[in-house]
């Protein structure tokens, strides 16, 4: 591991909110996952926009880690951070191309939603000795660029979904660069095929997939039209109707957060970065609980067994423990 630069701080958020909630349960089904009681944990920060959560097993047999970590990206510093369990956190990649989602491979491979770098690519190295060394995959659609890979999840059938907003284009919707006319949903085919699955979203946000690969899961962060989405999937991955899964109320721009980042966990509640923090869903897109943060919650994770979530959240990396 490299050198740490952010040490592992451990300290409840009660210290920074006292006696305020942290997590409010809507629905008793949350209590399969939430304790009523449960604490966000600081456990670094001094960054300047975190993203995009992988949790990576232990794997050094295949040129993995020794110990299960938590990659995530620093958007504006142009770096990839690797947090260890009781160690803390340190650089991992510099130069990631300013990468934002991280998504795991099937042959365990590193590949990077690299916002302004306006490209989905692969990092041609192991894990355990990364590489500023990037293959392509996937940076036009049609005769333009895509405007700003986002976040991706990848299909048991090898299909990479992801999402592409105008974030990381420096005037967004109104940049002169910007190719596209449209915010695109994207399905990236092993061989390299590129679709367009869905153009009608505005500011396409976080993806995921169900834990059965059957449904496809989209945040939209538009402020006028706060909403997820859910795609019916085949068994093969392709991509059926579109229905509403919760919209919310507008959001003022300078409100807590939007719906951003989002994973699905083994139960099938459906934990989604929102205004607040977290929201957590049941597959119909009722509201079970809400976990509140003290900063915008970008994006999430679990880690292997499911028993923590962590929440890249603006300058922060946070930690909640969960009910296994």
């Given at each position: 591991m490299?050198?740490?630069?952010?040490?592992?701080?451990?300290?409840s958020?009660n210290?920074?909110?006292?006696?305020?909630?942290?997590?409010?349960?809507?629905?008793?089904?949350?209590?399969?996952?939430?304790?009523?009681n449960?604490?966000?944990?600081?456990?670094?920060?001094?960054?300047?926009?975190?993203?995009?959560?992988?949790?990576?097993?232990?794997?050094?047999?295949?040129?993995?880690?020794?110990?299960?970590?938590?990659?995530?990206?620093?958007?504006?510093?142009?770096?990839?951070?690797?947090?260890?369990?009781?160690?803390?956190?340190?650089?991992?990649?510099?130069?990631?191309?300013?990468?934002?989602?991280?998504?795991?491979?099937?042959?365990?491979?590193?590949l990077?939603?690299?916002?302004?770098?306006?490209?989905?690519?692969?990092m041609?190295?192991?894990?355990?000795?990364?590489?500023?060394?990037?293959?392509?995959?996937?940076?036009?659609?049609?005769?333009?660029r895509?405007?700003?890979?986002?976040?991706?999840?990848?299909?048991?059938?090898g299909?990479?979904?992801?999402?592409?907003?105008?974030?990381?284009?420096?005037?967004?919707?109104?940049?002169?660069?910007?190719?596209?006319?449209?915010?695109?949903?994207?399905?990236?085919?092993?061989?390299?095929?590129?679709?367009?699955?869905?153009?009608?979203?505005?500011?396409?946000?976080?993806?995921?997939?169900?834990?059965?690969?059957?449904?496809?899961?989209?945040a939209?962060?538009?402020?006028?039209?706060?909403?997820?989405?859910?795609?019916?999937?085949?068994?093969?991955?392709?991509?059926?109707?579109?229905?509403?899964?919760?919209k919310?109320?507008?959001?003022?721009?300078?409100?807590h957060?939007?719906?951003?980042g989002?994973?699905?966990?083994?139960?099938?509640?459906?934990?989604?970065?929102?205004?607040?923090?977290?929201?957590?869903?049941?597959?119909?897109?009722?509201?079970?609980?809400?976990?509140?943060t003290?900063?915008?919650?970008?994006?999430?994770?679990?880690?292997?067994?499911?028993?923590?979530?962590?929440?890249?959240?603006?300058?922060?990396?946070?930690?909640?423990?969960?009910?296994?």
């Amino acid at each position: 591991m490299q050198g740490v630069i952010f040490t592992l701080l451990g300290i409840s958020m009660n210290a920074f909110s006292a006696n305020a909630p942290q997590v409010e349960i809507f629905d008793t089904r949350a209590l399969d996952v939430l304790a009523p009681n449960a604490e966000v944990e600081l456990l670094a920060e001094g960054f300047e926009w975190t993203e995009g959560p992988v949790w990576v097993e232990a794997n050094p047999a295949v040129g993995g880690f020794d110990t299960g970590s938590l990659l995530f990206s620093d958007i504006p510093t142009h770096r990839v951070l690797r947090y260890v369990p009781g160690e803390g956190v340190s650089v991992y990649l510099e130069d990631s191309g300013f990468s934002n989602g991280l998504v795991l491979s099937q042959g365990k491979q590193l590949l990077l939603m690299q916002s302004r770098s306006r490209q989905v690519a692969r990092m041609d190295a192991t894990l355990a000795r990364p590489q500023r060394q990037f293959k392509v995959l996937a940076s036009k659609y049609e005769q333009g660029r895509l405007n700003s890979p986002n976040d991706g999840v990848l299909h048991n059938s090898g299909i990479l979904f992801f999402t592409d907003p105008p974030y990381g284009l420096p005037k967004q919707m109104e940049d002169p660069e910007k190719d596209l006319e449209f915010q695109g949903v994207y399905a990236l085919y092993p061989d390299g095929y590129l679709k367009l699955v869905d153009r009608e979203i505005r500011y396409p946000n976080g993806i995921a997939l169900s834990a059965d690969q059957r449904k496809l899961y989209v945040a939209a962060s538009d402020p006028d039209t706060p909403a997820w989405y859910v795609y019916e999937l085949d068994k093969d991955g392709e991509v059926g109707t579109r229905r509403m899964l919760h919209k919310s109320e507008p959001v003022d721009p300078s409100a807590h957060g939007l719906p951003d980042g989002l994973k699905v966990h083994s139960s099938g509640i459906i934990f989604a970065t929102g205004p607040g923090g977290i929201w957590l869903f049941d597959l119909s897109g009722k509201i079970l609980a809400k976990i509140y943060t003290p900063s915008v919650a970008a994006n999430l994770a679990f880690n292997g067994d499911e028993s923590v979530v962590y929440i890249t959240a603006h300058k922060t990396l946070l930690r909640m423990n969960l009910n296994k």
